[in-house]
Structure formats: structure tokens, C-alpha cells
């Protein structure tokens, strides 16, 4: 089985799967990350992290699309000292 390694949440990881494996899966099974499920099918966005500062749905992501890449997870982005203006908006929402 091949290795993928990528930057997560500003740590160096890698994954040990097969390359069409589900960035989702992978997150939550090989690295024990407590990463959101929702549709499994790329319709509700629950899944979403930013690969390379742009958003992908990681249920739909083959983990050997992130090699040598960067994601970021929405629990890296919401444990930033000044949160996005969005992320500030929907947290008083």
C-alpha cells in the first residue's frame, strides 16, 4: 500500500491507503481525527476543509490528491486567535 504525506493543521502526516481512499476517511480512520461526516455524497459540505487554501469536500477527495499538499481543517481554522469574519458572524448566530 502506497504512503501519502501532506500537511495537516501545520503537522506533517502521512497515510498509509490506497490512492482512490477518501481524504474524510482517512482523516477519521488512519489519523483518529474527529473530522465532520455528513452525506458521503458532496452535496452537504460538512466534510469541507481547505486543501491548499481552497475548499474541497474530503468525502469525495482521494487522499492521493493531497500528497505534498497542505489541508486545513474547520477545527484548525476555528482554534485561530482572531476567527474569520464569517466564522465570527455564525458564532454569534
Known amino acids: 500500500m502506497p504512503t501519502y504525506r501532506f500537511r495537516l493543521d501545520g503537522k506533517n502526516v502521512s497515510v498509509h491507503s490506497e490512492a ?38 474530503s468525502c469525495v477527495t482521494p487522499v492521493s490528491e493531497v500528497a505534498g499538499r497542505t489541508v486545513i481543517t474547520r477545527r484548525a481554522q476555528e482554534a485561530r486567535p482572531k476567527p474569520h469574519p464569517l466564522q465570527a458572524a455564525l458564532r454569534r448566530a
Open 20 to 57: 482512490e481512499m477518501p481524504l474524510l476517511h482517512a482523516l477519521r480512520n488512519e489519523l483518529r481525527l474527529h473530522a465532520q461526516f455528513g452525506c458521503s455524497v458532496n452535496h452537504c459540505g460538512a466534510c469541507t476543509v481547505h486543501l491548499d487554501g481552497e475548499p474541497v469536500r
